[in-house]
């Protein structure tokens, strides 16, 4: 008994010290920080260093949800996700049912489309800004001449800020779906044949709910990382002229709020009010769009 006992602390010990460190990680770089905005919300930043901060309360809190920077970053932000995330299930879901025919040179076609989920937001930016370069760009080649340019005009940045980000999210898409497709009942699939239907009926009717539990995960978790996407706004447009061109998202100014021009009480107000608002949004898709999405197989 006492063998027995002792084996499961040793195994028991040995889990434990596992996970210890990944254990660490996420204390230290995301419920720390994130149970610490809750009472850097409440202070007023100090107007110099070393200051002491001020009691603030609520109030800090409604003056930089009801600011118009906060809504113009909140509207940012909301189409920014709108543009970027279903386009990009569909287009992922398209490509993936394209790339699992049995046709050759597919393997070089699902390595073109995988490869952008690993690419970087740095280059991703770089690669698009250079298209989007106004002097020796992509546009300019084509005759084009945009005036003032694509990143410098409130009407198309946002745009381009939604092509870098759905270039990336293609990529991620792409390939969880192409693993979903893997698991589909090859069966099911073959009787639809056989019974006549073509390849859109099937695409429709058999593939597309065979898949909706990959559907409804893709879609949440590409709304989630959408709604905290800053770096293309970061790298192409910056923080003087991305209020101008409305690409200040909610996420992008906590950055600004937390490194450019410090201030950690508005960036806690900005950061809390975001997680909310992605919180909500989880819960409706969960509430509404759950319920559409087929379990079995």
């Not at 063998?3 to 990944?22: D, F, H, K, M, Q």
Request: glycine letters at 8%; aromatic letters at 14%; a positive charge.
């Amino acid at each position: 008994m006492s063998t027995r006992r002792s084996t499961r602390v040793r195994e028991a010990a040995l889990g434990y010290a596992l996970i210890l460190p990944a254990l660490m990680l996420v204390t230290v770089f995301i419920l720390y920080p994130f149970f610490r905005n809750f009472s850097l919300f409440l202070y007023h930043a100090p107007p110099y260093p070393g200051l002491p901060s001020k009691w603030a309360g609520l109030s800090q809190m409604w003056q930089t949800v009801s600011s118009t920077s906060f809504l113009q970053g909140l509207e940012a932000t909301l189409i920014y996700t709108v543009l970027v995330v279903p386009i990009g299930v569909f287009l992922g879901l398209v490509f993936a049912v394209a790339a699992h025919q049995k046709l050759k040179g597919m393997a070089i076609y699902r390595t073109v489309f995988a490869t952008t989920a690993v690419s970087s937001v740095a280059v991703a930016a770089v690669v698009f800004g250079t298209f989007m370069n106004p002097v020796f760009g992509l546009l300019p080649w084509l005759g084009i001449d945009p005036n003032p340019s694509v990143l410098q005009n409130p009407t198309w940045a946002m745009f381009a800020m939604a092509v870098i980000g759905l270039w990336q999210f293609v990529g991620l898409s792409f390939i969880l779906f192409s693993a979903g497709l893997q698991s589909l009942p090859e069966e099911v699939l073959e009787a639809a044949k056989i019974d006549g239907a073509g390849a859109v009926r099937s695409f429709f009717q058999i593939t597309v709910p065979l898949l909706s539990p990959t559907i409804f995960y893709v879609f949440t978790v590409g709304t989630i990382a959408a709604m905290f996407t800053f770096g293309q706004m970061d790298l192409l447009v910056g923080p003087g002229g991305a209020s101008f061109v409305r690409v200040n998202t909610l996420a992008y100014q906590i950055y600004q709020y937390a490194v450019t021009t410090p201030n950690p009480g508005v960036a806690a107000c900005i950061s809390i009010a975001l997680f909310v608002l992605t919180a909500t949004i989880t819960f409706l898709n969960f509430r509404f769009l759950e319920r559409r999405v087929n379990y079995a197989t």
